[in-house]
């Protein structure tokens, strides 16, 4: 089975700190996401890389920025967090050429 | 850009009841329909997809209708039960990118 894991499940920050998510996927997908949750507005895709190295925006990246270092770990990176930030955060890795997308479980982030 | 919209955003049955949630999506590109279940505390997983060669999928109790000249996609769960109780996300991606749009979920509650 594939697995997806995520650093931490819950996390408290202060505003202004420095936040690095990880996540780790084991099935060598090329294509891995960080996506963020919040009541109502579903799942919005932050930031999504096709390849080491390679990044591209999705659709909320204002706040955020994200590192692939090697193919199975995926970073999003809250540079100076703001409350406003407060979210369920999910990673999820696909293979390039089919679209199933795996889910980790998850981190619960808390600025205050 | 691609646009998906789900109704209902909530949805309460009875056990042994059926349960309907319909997606609409604005690409007409878009070949790729899968959706999603998430558990209390869980990360998002596939549980039916549907690809825009296919007008119908069926897997036990659960099954995925698509109509591409009206752009919407439906997922059926027939005699519902407790366990089925989740938050549901449909998804539509184009060509060969697989960067889907969710759907802001629906949250499906069955009553014993």
């Known amino acids: 089975d594939v697995k997806v894991t995520q650093s931490s499940r819950y996390l408290v920050k202060r505003t202004g700190e420095k936040v690095f998510l990880e996540c780790v996927q084991d099935?060598?997908?090329?294509?891995m996401f960080w996506y963020r949750q919040d009541p109502g507005l579903g799942l919005r895709l932050i930031y999504f890389?096709?390849?080491?190295?390679?990044?591209e925006k999705g659709d909320i990246p204002e706040g955020y920025s994200v590192s692939r270092e090697k193919k199975e770990r995926f970073s999003l990176i809250l540079e100076s967090a703001s409350t406003n930030q407060t979210s369920m955060y999910l990673c999820?890795?696909?293979?390039?050429?089919?679209?199933?997308?795996?889910f980790g479980p998850g981190t619960r982030l808390l600025v205050l | 850009g691609e646009n998906v919209e789900q109704h209902p955003s909530t949805l309460s049955v009875q056990e042994g009841d059926s349960a309907v949630i319909k997606c609409t999506y604005s690409?007409?590109?878009?070949?790729?329909f899968p959706w999603y279940k998430q558990e209390l505390g869980k990360g998002p997983q596939l549980i039916i997809d549907?690809?825009?060669?296919?007008g119908e999928k069926k897997d036990q109790r659960i099954a995925v209708t698509l109509n591409k000249t009206a752009k919407h996609f439906s997922l059926h769960i027939t005699e519902t039960q407790p366990e089925d109780s989740a938050v549901y996300f449909c998804?539509?991606?184009?060509?060969?990118?697989?960067?889907?749009?969710f759907g802001r979920g629906t949250s499906l509650i069955v009553h014993p």
């Open positions: 999820a890795s696909s293979l390039a050429s089919i679209g199933t997308q795996y």
């Open positions: 099935m060598d997908h090329e294509n």
């Open positions: 890389s096709y390849d080491v190295k390679m990044k």
């Open positions: 690409d007409s590109a878009s070949n790729y």
């Open positions: 549907i690809r825009s060669n296919v």
């Open positions: 998804a539509a991606s184009a060509g060969g990118s697989y960067i889907p749009t």
